[in-house]
Structure formats: structure tokens, C-alpha cells
């Protein structure tokens, strides 16, 4: 079982920046694949970015050359530093946790952008 937990989230202007973080904890495997997910009102939940435990990252293209993945040296807390945010990066932001062919969520956290 892994639990991850998000924080981070708030509200912010448009042009802004915030730093999203997720923290894993429980039985957390050398090989894995961790990343966020967000979520908009009315719309499916999307990948925003992926980074692997080799350290290779993948970005939506929505977010790429704004929003920067990365990880702490343990590989247990990944963050998101999200800046230029607008509107449309208003969304709930999923953590997720991939090893093993099993998967794990966190509770999410809120990102509202203001014009």
C-alpha cells in the first residue's frame, strides 16, 4: 500500500507561479512512475507530467515550457513547479503513483488561477 499526499495548491493570479508537492510513503518500490494528473470542472482528468524513477519526464503539451517535474533524492516527494499559470490551469491537481502494475492516488489539491 503507498499513500501520497498533495500539497500546495492555492490561488493565484494569471502569470503567476505555484509549487505543487507530493509525498509517498508506505511500500514504495526502487522502479516506479510518478505523476500529476489534473482534473477541471466538467472536463476528464488529463496527465499533466510524468517523471520515472530513471529521472526521464514527459510533459502534456499544454504545460511544456511552463511547468517543471522533479523529485528529492529518496524518490519520494515529486513536485511540480508550475509557473506563467492562467486560467485554464485551474484544475484539481492528482498526484499518482505507478510500480508493479499497480497504481495510487492522492486526495488532490486545488490550483485556482484568477484573470
Known amino acids: 500500500q503507498v499513500q501520497l499526499v498533495e500539497s500546495g495548491g492555492g490561488l493565484v493570479q494569471a502569470g503567476g507561479s505555484l509549487r505543487l508537492s507530493c509525498a509517498a510513503s508506505?511500500?514504495?518500490?526502487?522502479?516506479?512512475?510518478m505523476s500529476w494528473y489534473r482534473q477541471a470542472p466538467g472536463k476528464q482528468r488529463e496527465l499533466v507530467a510524468l517523471?520515472?524513477?530513471?529521472?526521464?519526464?514527459k510533459y502534456s503539451d499544454s504545460v511544456k515550457g511552463r511547468f517543471t517535474i522533479s523529485r528529492d533524492n529518496a524518490k519520494t516527494t515529486i513536485y511540480l513547479q508550475m509557473n506563467s499559470l492562467s486560467p485554464e490551469d485551474t484544475a484539481l491537481y492528482y498526484c499518482?503513483?505507478?510500480?508493479?502494475?499497480?497504481?495510487?492516488w492522492g486526495q488532490g489539491t486545488q490550483v485556482t488561477v484568477s484573470s
Open positions: 499518482k503513483y505507478f510500480a508493479l502494475a499497480s497504481e495510487y
Open positions: 508506505g511500500r514504495i518500490f526502487r522502479t516506479n512512475a
Open positions: 517523471i520515472t524513477s530513471g529521472g526521464d519526464t
